[in-house]
């Protein structure tokens, strides 16, 4: 029996493939710390094989991500300077094949699967925390948080997020049939409870701020592409207007007195002082990728100490920029940068020139997300975790040119015509 390739590479015919390989894929996100080995393994099977079946349909020519693969290139490079060679050598190559697969996964899989597949990853990883039902203590709060089976409940709370929004787009912009919409509802919902019950701040305002993004795209889309234009401008100048005026009256401290939050945000502001003090040390290329929270080093043991991680492992600075400068430097920093701001624009500029570009609406919400959680969060800099796929995925989809929405109809309308 012969099976047709595109079941596993065409994006319109390969949706139990693509769901069901999103799927596991998010739960080797949430947990391969837990399973060791194998799961990695199951990852790296379900898209590597995809080059062997068809390498121009799954790749393609690899010139077109030079914008993209720079900073991943820099963590390989940066072994020849790290403080911790081994290390960083192990861990650039793995982050430079989580990107490939990324890029395979943008190739292959439409918005549309990444939804579903998503869907039910988040499902099965909310379902499995839920069952383990572990709470921990944060010292700085002096509360004990819902954490399931993560080490943080800010790691929980992302995935709680990731299928609240994925939800709601199902329900409201990919127009799914009635069984997906009722199991994209009921997928939204326990993550929202289970976000609630993790208490994570930084989850609930970012998913806020999101399917507002998402909301407002919509609102903006029946107009024509320059009056969109006109209304994104204004609203990006009155919408931070407002946030600069609330902030100037108080309404930081108000909005962190409402999660429990001091100004220090529990340690945060002496960790980034902590941080930008040792990339001063290394300004231009950092100490390394992963070369700085090693054990034995003075700094990160002392930093451990200071914040009760009696593991000594899985800590960073919460915030991806400071991050960056430690382990490779201005340079590093300027390169993940121009990712996020070249994904934002292209994916814009998609939606503006074309309104019913449902992909590129979903997936600017959602690298909105990931902006704003990087300057508390480090979502996007280590291999096999959810915000690094979902970064290289949106990179991915927007590196290859899409054709321009007239060109498209001039061309359906000479098919329907026929030669002439």
Known sequence: MR????????????????????????????????????????????????????????????SRYYWIVPFGILACISVFWSNAPGISARAAVQYATHILCALIAARTISVKTLARGALAGVFIVVLYSLARGSYQFDPFDGDYSFVGAFASKNQLGFFCTIGIY?????????????????????????????????????????????????????????????????????????????????????????????????????????????????????PMLGVGYQA????????????????????????????????????????????????FACVEAKLLRRFLDNRNDRAARIMFGLITMLVLRSFVEVDVLTPYVVGSFLLYYAAGLVAVRQAKPAARELRVLRVARGPS
Not at 181 to 187: K, N, S
């Open 292 to 339: 700085y929270w090693v054990q034995g080093f003075p700094d990160a043991e002392r930093l451990w100490r200071e914040f009760y991680i009696a593991s000594r492992t899985g800590f960073h600075f919460h915030d991806t920029y400071i991050e960056v400068l430690v382990e490779l430097g201005l340079v590093g920093a300027v390169l993940l940068a121009f990712v």
């Open 3 to 62: 099976i047709p390739k595109a079941i596993f590479i065409d994006p319109d015919r390969n949706a139990l493939y693509g769901s069901f390989a999103i799927a596991v894929s998010m739960f080797v996100f949430a947990y391969s710390t837990n399973f060791g080995k194998l799961p990695i393994l199951v990852y790296y099977a379900l898209w590597f094989p995809l080059l062997a079946i068809d390498y121009r349909r799954s790749l393609g020519n690899f």
């Open 166 to 282: 994925f939800g709601f787009a199902s329900l409201f912009v990919l127009r799914e049939n009635r069984l997906w919409r009722v199991f994209a509802l009921f997928c939204a919902a326990i993550s929202a409870a289970t976000l609630l019950k993790a208490h994570s701040a930084t989850a609930l305002i970012t998913i806020f701020a999101a399917l507002a993004t998402l909301i407002g795209l919509g609102a903006i889309a029946p107009f024509a592409p320059r009056t969109r234009k006109i209304l994104l401008a204004a609203a990006i100048v009155l919408g931070g207007g407002a946030v600069l005026a609330a902030l100037s009256a108080g309404g930081y401290d108000l909005l962190l007195s409402s999660f429990g939050k001091d100004t220090t945000l529990t340690g945060r502001t002496y960790l980034w002082s902590q941080g930008l003090a040792a990339a001063a040390r290394n």
